[in-house]
């Protein structure tokens, strides 16, 4: 396990979800309901996500680095499933959960 999960964020998205103080997107076009869970990953494999579900699009990307420990002080669950991680509920906009905002570019 690591104590930092990045989520591959479209910018957009990520930008409109701060105004509600919350991001709700499980992964690329899927909402949070119904889709269960913010799809993350571990920091080494956020090149291979990005290539094989974003590979095919020419929009702004960030890499949205959260700390396992403030999503748990904020009561937001990290599951781990066959090495995977998953966070169980939205991300708050909050300095101590979103430690960092990378953009990310495909291709």
Request: charged share 25%.
């Amino acid at each position: 396990m690591t104590d930092v999960v990045c989520h591959v964020a479209i910018a957009d998205d990520w930008e409109m979800s701060r105004g509600f103080g919350e991001y709700e997107v499980s992964t690329r076009g899927v909402p949070l309901e119904p889709g269960g869970y913010v799809r993350v990953t571990t920091p080494d494999r956020v090149l291979d996500v990005v290539a094989e579900r974003y590979g095919d699009l020419s929009i702004p990307l960030l890499r949205i680095d959260l700390s396992v420990a403030g999503l748990a002080a904020a009561g937001v669950p990290v599951e781990w499933v066959d090495g995977v991680p998953r966070v169980h509920g939205a991300v708050p906009m909050d300095p101590d959960v979103v430690v960092a905002e990378v953009p990310v570019r495909t291709g």
